[in-house]
């Protein structure tokens, strides 16, 4: 009768602590990602535009001509490559876009930035970048800003869709 009453009292204290622990697990708070998965929607015209991309943060460092070379292909975000959807036909700095989903690219210069949206959407980074899936290129200022954006992030508005990070701003003029 003992041995019974022993065995219960260490199944009930063996079933507490594997409960205890599990959920004790489930209320640890996730660490934040580098990179949070951001995405901004609006519309320009007719058209339903998504922006999807990875946020990362400024953390002091030199972003443009730094971090992310100049001349040189960059993912506009990071991690996956950034994609833009449209949901119809848009025009792109004069340019025709047919309505479709892209991954969206950047050259920044010190002076004009190409921007990219190439045909080909789901890819990580610019690693595996086929200049001849491209969709549309075109030539954009961008403008310094004097507010600092510590996480990249994007807009859309009635005109156009906006890059934000650092010390710059790049609208892309859409219709």
Avoid: C
């Avoid at 058209?47 to 960059?74: H, M, N, Q």
């Avoid at 949206?117 to 980074?125: I, L, M, S």
């Amino acid at each position: 009768m003992k041995t019974l009453h022993l065995l219960r009292h260490l199944a009930f204290g063996l079933a507490t602590v594997l409960t205890t622990s599990a959920a004790y697990a489930q209320t640890e708070t996730p660490k934040a990602k580098p990179s949070p998965a951001a995405t901004a929607t609006g519309k320009i015209g007719a058209a339903d535009v998504t922006v999807k991309y990875s946020s990362p943060a400024v953390k002091g460092r030199t972003i443009f001509g730094g971090l992310e070379p100049y001349g040189k292909v960059w993912r506009a975000g990071a991690n996956e490559a950034t994609t833009v959807e449209f949901s119809k036909p848009v025009t792109v700095e004069g340019k025709p876009l047919p309505a479709g989903k892209y991954s969206f690219f950047v050259i920044p210069t010190e002076k004009d930035w190409t921007v990219i949206f190439n045909k080909t959407p789901e890819q990580w980074g610019a690693f595996k970048y086929d200049e001849k899936q491209d969709a549309l290129r075109a030539t954009v200022t961008p403008r310094i800003t004097t507010a600092l954006t510590e996480r990249l992030a994007y807009e859309v508005t009635p005109k156009a869709l906006v890059l934000r990070w650092a010390n710059v701003e790049l609208p892309v003029a859409i219709k």
